[in-house]
């Protein structure tokens, strides 16, 4: 069971372009949803991070749009450098609920030169 | 300085043996983790502890065993080893209100022949 649905798997952009992004969950008792990127041999780290009652979060080249009616919400990445290139996993967890984070499967993006 | 710390970095086994995973975190957080990270960059969740009490435990085969002896370490030992438990595997933590915020470590990666 698979409550928190990433893609594409895998995006390839070139230098400069937007890479987009997407997920989608189910769990409406959901209430805050981050981003975690993660390069080559290391670990994850938190990237950005959105709470359902805003529509969009931007940080430098980075923003998250969220659709609660939807429940769909995606990555945007202006301006893409080679430095962008690594795994981003949406996420989803209840505040002062479960413990734990509900995680996408990733996708790899590589920013081409 | 380093924020979640992991020991050893490789690991490279038999099938059959018994092996440790250690975790430390300066933090000071209450809550931390460990997460197996297979082949295809998939994060699961296997245990997590709030000051040394467990609180989740993701359906892990009873061979995989954590172990808090204080708040700031969270270790891993693993019995009788098998080919499927090849993967990387992820210590982290996080402070007790902040859910979404997770700090992880570098990974531990298990190879088992």
């Known amino acids: 069971q698979q409550q928190v649905k990433q893609s594409p798997q895998s995006l390839i952009v070139q230098k400069g372009g937007i890479s987009i992004i997407n997920c989608a969950y189910e769990?409406?008792?959901?209430?805050?949803f981050p981003w975690y990127q993660q390069f080559p041999g290391k670990g994850p780290a938190l990237l950005i991070a959105?709470?359902?009652?805003?529509s969009e979060k931007k940080e430098g080249r980075f923003t998250i749009s969220f659709n609660k009616s939807a429940k769909q919400f995606s990555l945007h990445i202006m301006d893409s450098q080679p430095g962008d290139s690594a795994t981003y996993f949406c996420?989803?967890?209840?505040?002062?609920?479960?413990?734990?984070?509900?995680f996408g499967k990733g996708t790899k993006l590589t920013v081409n030169p | 300085d380093t924020a979640v710390s992991q020991t050893p970095k490789y690991l490279v086994t038999q099938m059959g043996n018994d092996k440790s995973i250690k975790c430390e975190q300066n933090?000071?957080?209450?809550?931390m983790y460990w997460y197996k990270q297979d082949s295809k960059k998939f994060l699961k969740i296997m245990f997590s502890?709030?000051?040394?009490?467990?609180?989740i435990n993701e359906t892990v085969p009873n061979r995989f065993s954590p172990k808090s002896p204080d708040k700031a370490h969270l270790n891993l030992h693993i019995n009788s080893l098998e080919l499927g438990d090849s993967a990387v595997y992820f210590c982290?933590?996080?402070?007790?209100?902040?859910?979404?915020?997770?700090?992880f470590g570098p990974g531990t990666r298990l190879l088992v022949l």
């Open positions: 959105i709470r359902p009652d805003v």
């Open positions: 933090l000071g957080h209450d809550t």
């Open positions: 996420a989803a967890v209840t505040q002062g609920g479960s413990e734990k984070l509900v």
């Open positions: 769990n409406t008792a959901f209430d805050y």
């Open positions: 982290a933590s996080r402070q007790r209100d902040r859910q979404e915020t997770q700090y």
């Open positions: 502890y709030n000051n040394k009490e467990l609180i």
